[in-house]
């Protein structure tokens, strides 16, 4: 919505949450989320035409268009418990365009949600009975966290979803003007409702089937004594396949990945086709393997016991660039090693103490963990390393000092294959990495 108030100078944008602390946030200079480039582009149209409210309601009533972004978890209860998408937060939103009213409107799903989703928002939304007319719209949104100033200003496309009928063309035409201001309109592709809700979950599955594909070739490689980055590269330069997504590591995480093809692999057993649904379930295994395989080649190496030993993990959020760690590798690493009752001094530049805590679900006076303010601090006295994100401050660490200051033997492993092998290895490390002998 920043990038879309930067761009279209005419339009105003209204942001609202029903979480204070977050709008709070968003109106200050500390914003809620790290992203290279984001603080810049709100401040640049931030109090002009860009603004953060708690004003839902009144906001709701004054708008011709309303994204609806809301998060789309996985349900953790009930039917489709673990699987399929928990869309009441969609839902609460869509009654909540109907109750205010204030004229006809066009409600745009950016949320990502299961094929058909927007069949329910309509429904809620022609109930209201209030003579005014809506338009429902699919425009999923493709950004990546750690690069999404960059995706935004310049994406792969724009997709636009509508029915086909003149208002829903219309409406359709509505919103691509608005990216057009920015995007080159051959970008921005538009189909009917069904194919643009159904696209986004199938480009988080094809991208998370990508590195599960790499990370099944990575367990094979450690076995066979081929290279794991090696043969990537020498698939990636075939043209058809590419050289993107093909970086073997501890695995994929974020808060969507996992949620959407599960959520697909839901669908799919919804419609009678328990084979396809299998299929894309396989990928989350794969991930799940890739992790406690990880797991399990530290305790292989550190004589079948972390027991009392202290481990240095260095990076939690599930990528570089970003303060997020939903569903990051580092979770279930962390709690395994925390089951093997290993103690963990952690380090991540992004990531709060708070949010590590609470994805690990553990109390803030639990002593098994130390919360460390530098990569260095994190690694003294341990008696391995564990790199989990591919910060690029990590490349620049000083390896001999932090094998100095450690336990002998010393382990490193790179859950990332981030550091050159020879500079770890000089500084006389004991050292693993993904997919190499
Ligand atoms: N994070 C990403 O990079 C990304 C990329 C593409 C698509 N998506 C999709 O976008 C959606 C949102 O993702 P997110 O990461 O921003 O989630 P999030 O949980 O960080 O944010 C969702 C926000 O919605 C607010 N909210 C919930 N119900 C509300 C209501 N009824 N009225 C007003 N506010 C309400 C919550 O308070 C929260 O602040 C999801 O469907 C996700 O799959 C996310």
Redesign the pocket.
């Known amino acids: 919505m920043a990038m879309i108030a930067k761009q279209c100078k005419d339009t105003i944008v209204t942001v609202?949450?029903?979480?204070k602390e977050?709008i709070d946030a968003w109106n200050s200079d500390t914003l809620p989320i790290y992203e290279p480039g984001l603080l810049e582009t709100v401040q640049c149209a931030r109090g002009k035409n860009l603004f953060f409210s708690t004003e839902?309601d009144q906001t709701l009533k004054e708008s011709d268009v309303i994204f609806i972004?809301?998060?789309?978890p996985t349900k953790d209860y009930g039917s489709g418990k673990g699987k399929a998408a928990d869309l009441r937060?969609i839902e609460?939103?869509a009654r909540?365009i109907a109750k205010v009213g204030g004229g006809d409107k066009i409600v745009v799903e950016?949320?990502?949600?299961p094929v058909r989703t927007a069949q329910m928002v309509k429904e809620i939304l022609s109930e209201a009975n209030n003579g005014y007319s809506y338009q429902v719209l699919s425009n999923?949104?493709?950004?990546?966290?750690g690069t999404?100033i960059t995706d935004l200003e310049n994406p792969d496309r724009v997709l636009i979803g509508g029915e086909i009928t003149d208002e829903g063309i219309q409406a359709v035409e509505k919103v691509a003007n608005l990216y057009a201001q920015w995007i080159d309109r051959k970008k921005i592709i538009t189909t009917n409702l069904w194919s643009s809700e159904l696209s986004?979950l199938t480009a988080n599955a094809f991208l998370a089937q990508r590195i599960s594909s790499i990370n099944a070739i990575s367990a094979l490689c450690e076995a066979t004594g081929a290279d794991v980055d090696e043969v990537a590269n020498a698939i990636g330069m075939d043209s058809r396949i590419g050289p993107k997504f093909l970086k073997s590591s501890v695995g994929f995480g974020?808060?969507?990945f996992q949620?959407?093809i599960l959520n697909l692999s839901y669908l799919c057993q919804h419609f009678g086709l328990p084979e396809v649904s299998d299929y894309w379930n396989q990928v989350v295994l794969m991930n799940d393997y890739q992790k406690n395989r990880f797991v399990q080649r530290m305790m292989d190496a550190m004589f079948n016991t972390v027991s009392g030993k202290e481990i240095g993990i260095l990076g939690f959020a599930f990528k570089k660039d970003t303060n997020?760690a939903r569903e990051s590798p580092a979770i279930a690493i962390c709690l395994k090693l925390l089951e093997e009752r290993a103690t963990l001094r952690i380090y991540d530049p992004q990531v709060k103490k708070e949010t590590i805590l609470s994805a690990l679900g553990l109390l803030a006076n639990d002593d098994r963990i130390t919360f460390c303010k530098s990569a260095i601090d994190a690694t003294s006295g341990t008696h391995a390393v564990a790199l989990l994100t591919e910060w690029e401050e990590f490349k620049s660490l000083n390896f001999n000092e932090i094998y100095s200051q450690m336990e002998k033997p010393a382990y490193f492993f790179d859950g990332r294959n981030l550091i050159e092998p020879k500079i770890i290895k000089d500084a006389g490390f004991r050292l693993y990495r993904i997919g190499k002998k």
């Open positions: 609202v949450d029903l979480n977050r839902i972004s809301v998060n789309t937060f609460l939103c909540n950016k949320s990502t949600v999923p949104e493709f950004l990546a966290e999404a986004k974020g808060s969507c949620k959407d997020d």
